[in-house]
Structure formats: structure tokens, C-alpha cells
């Protein structure tokens, strides 16, 4: 359980520092691409094609213009067809965070023997 909690505790510091440091910029196409929660990067080939989506970090994905987005978006599915979605990358990091928070305190919970389902 000390591990689990201790690599959601520096998910959670890397995530933060990812904040901070997109705060710190002006971002021009700051647009990602999520598919059900999970967020994707691709290879763009010299003439425009974008190819080989794959998961990663939100800010580690490459990012688009908000008109791009939606339109690679568009083409994006998962195995159960759900559609890609056009999150701008500071929300994304945000709600990265706030899934780690909610699994550190849960773990936390777990910790002290208290069951968060019974309450």
C-alpha cells in the first residue's frame, strides 16, 4: 500500500509541476485529444498526416489548434467507438489531478482502516 501511495504521491507532484509550468506560458494551440479518459499523442508526417495515436500524459501530447483538434477528434475511436474530445491541456493536467487526489485520499482512507464505500 506505501508504494501505491507513494507513486500516486509523485504523479501527483509531476502533475503539479506540469501546471505550473504550462501557467507560465502563452499557449497558441494548447489543444489535446482525449478518447474515454484516456489522452493521446501522434506522429505528424511532413505533409500534415497525423498517425500512430497512442496514449501518454496530457502534457506530454501533442497539441493542436482548436480547429485541428476537433478535426482529428472526429476521426478518433476506441475499441467500443467512443469518439475523441477536445480538452485545451490546462484542464486536461486539472483533471489528471484531481483523479490523483481522489486516489490518494481514498488510499489514505484505506490506510486508517476506514472503508470509503461504507460511508
Known sequence: MKDLMQETKEAI???EKAAAALDQIDLVGGYVIRCHNVYLTFDVSPEG???NPRSCAPHLARSFTWLQA???AALVRNGDGQCGEVVHVRQAVADVLDAY???LGTLEDFARGIDPASE
Open 70 to 72: 476537433k478535426q482529428v
Open 49 to 51: 498526416e497525423v498517425f
Open 101 to 103: 487526489r481522489a486516489v
Open 13 to 15: 507532484a509531476e502533475y
